[in-house]
């Protein structure tokens, strides 16, 4: 793993209040370049698999109603949890974080995510 998605993760982890986990992933391919978690039965990999389908569901229905729209991020809302699914500008990739929504910040949790969404196309 690389430098960059190593101080990605670990930022994410100490500087995101409940911090659940966070991945990588690639869209075309569903490949996952990176995943942590702070819960060891919470597979962030698996969780981004799911979710892929969740990301292309929703590309598959822009481009169907004829939008000319990009995904920013998708916002799942569970019982105690938030999973967000922030899309790179150009489609390729998206990150997968789980946060515990009794202790984030949305706000601040979405600024941190665009602060690196930008890198990771470059950096990938």
Same mark, same amino acid.
């Given at each position: =793993?690389?430098?960059? #998605?190593?101080?990605?993760? $670990?930022?994410?982890?100490e500087?995101?209040?409940?911090f659940?986990?966070?991945? %990588?992933?690639e869209?075309?391919?569903? =490949?996952?370049?990176c @995943? +942590?978690?702070?819960?060891?039965n919470?597979d962030?990999?698996?969780? @981004?698999?799911y $979710? #892929?389908? %969740?990301? *292309?569901?929703? =590309? $598959?229905a822009? *481009?169907?109603?004829?939008?000319d ?5 998708? #916002?799942i809302? +569970?019982?105690?949890? &938030?999973?967000?699914l922030? %899309?790179?500008e150009?489609g390729?990739?998206f990150?997968? &974080?789980? %946060?515990d @929504?009794?202790k984030?910040?949305?706000? &601040?949790?979405?600024a941190?995510l665009?602060?690196?969404? *930008?890198?990771?196309v @470059? *950096?990938?």
């Amino acid at each position: =793993m690389s430098d960059f #998605l190593q101080d990605f993760q $670990n930022d994410l982890k100490e500087n995101i209040n409940g911090f659940i986990a966070v991945s %990588v992933t690639e869209v075309e391919t569903g =490949m996952s370049y990176c @995943s +942590l978690t702070v819960d060891p039965n919470f597979d962030p990999e698996l969780a @981004s698999a799911y $979710n #892929l389908e %969740v990301v *292309k569901a929703k =590309m $598959n229905a822009i *481009k169907a109603l004829g939008l000319d729209q990009k995904i920013g991020d998708i #916002l799942i809302s +569970l019982t105690d949890q &938030l999973h967000i699914l922030d %899309v790179s500008e150009d489609g390729r990739y998206f990150i997968y &974080l789980a %946060v515990d @929504s009794k202790k984030a910040n949305l706000g &601040l949790t979405r600024a941190t995510l665009s602060k690196y969404k *930008k890198d990771i196309v @470059s *950096k990938l």
